[in-house]
């Protein structure tokens, strides 16, 4: 009998999530809440981190999938955004170092956010660079905060001073719009309640976000988050402690709470 249609009906993604301590592979498709499937990985302290990847590519049973349609890496770490009336490829390196000069750069990459009109600046270290290609030659890399920056700029009240403040694991991103252009972006360690509403409330006074103008999204998860925003409330004219399904309405993954946020935007972006 001669096949019809596709070997998969609905097609699947790999997403491969790199951040400080470690990394996640997530498998899914974008119809259903309960297709996803997550492994997640430390680096060990007898081995370098390019040997934990490589060994984990190697040998997982997500990895050796024929399913996916496409492959995509979310980077954490330093990052800058560059107007693109001012961004020069040959000077990203420089930039970046530039700006984060204690910390180690690699292999540079940068994306381009045409609604802003920004490149996010960023870098992957080299031997991770190089074993995500050798398994995954096609994979597209973006780091954590691109689709976040851009998923956001329309989202809300536009003709208000807006606030985002996306609690990551172990840091806060805050970034703010006027107009739907970049106004501000910036990340703090998230250390003790006090020291992340210190850090919120100045970000505010700086962009005049206040009692009687402005709003302040709270994104992501954190366990300090709802009682910040309850706190929040007193300082500012309009706090919202915002869940995935709020800002990812028609995305059945965002019911799902093993799917982060920069997974969710990235997808609500391409």
């Known amino acids: 009998m001669q096949a019809?249609?596709?070997?998969?009906?609905q097609p699947y993604y790999l997403s491969i999530r790199l951040h400080a301590d470690g990394f996640s592979f997530f498998s899914y498709n974008l119809e259903g809440v309960e297709t996803v499937a997550v492994e997640t990985y430390s680096y060990k302290a007898d081995?370098?981190?390019?040997e934990t990847l490589e060994n984990a590519l190697?040998?997982?049973?997500?990895?050796?999938?024929?399913r996916y349609e496409m492959a995509y890496g979310i980077v954490h770490g330093p990052a800058i955004q560059v107007p693109l009336e001012q961004f020069r490829k040959d000077d990203a390196a420089n930039l970046?170092?530039?700006?984060?000069?204690?910390?180690?750069?690699?292999?540079?990459?940068?994306?381009?956010?045409p609604h802003l009109e920004i490149a996010q600046v960023f870098t992957i270290a080299q031997n991770l660079e190089e074993t995500l290609k050798r398994h995954l030659p096609n994979i597209r890399l973006y780091h954590s905060q691109t689709m976040i920056l851009e998923k956001m700029s329309g989202f809300g009240?536009?003709?208000?001073?807006?606030?985002?403040?996306?609690?990551?694991?172990?840091e806060l991103f805050i970034f703010g719009y006027t107009d739907q252009h970049l106004r501000y972006a910036n990340t703090f360690?998230?250390?003790?309640?006090?020291?992340?509403?210190?850090?919120?409330l100045s970000v505010c006074k700086e962009l005049g976000i206040n009692d009687s103008e402005g709003e302040c999204f709270l994104?992501?998860?954190?366990?300090?988050?709802?009682?910040?925003?309850?706190?929040?409330?007193?300082?500012?004219?309009?706090?919202?402690?915002?869940?995935?399904?709020?800002?990812?309405?028609?995305?059945a993954l965002a019911r799902n709470k093993r799917v982060p946020f920069d997974i969710l935007a990235l997808f609500a972006n391409l």
């Open 4 to 9: 019809t249609g596709n070997k998969h009906k």
């Open 47 to 50: 081995e370098r981190p390019e």
């Open 58 to 66: 190697t040998n997982s049973s997500l990895i050796k999938s024929d």
């Open 96 to 113: 970046l170092r530039l700006t984060f000069r204690n910390s180690q750069i690699g292999k540079i990459y940068y994306n381009i956010l």
């Open 157 to 170: 009240d536009t003709d208000e001073h807006q606030l985002f403040v996306y609690f990551q694991e172990k």
């Open 189 to 200: 360690p998230i250390e003790t309640p006090e020291n992340t509403l210190y850090y919120i």
């Open 219 to 251: 994104i992501g998860e954190h366990e300090s988050k709802s009682n910040i925003a309850e706190t929040l409330n007193k300082y500012i004219h309009k706090v919202k402690n915002a869940t995935s399904v709020n800002i990812f309405r028609s995305s």
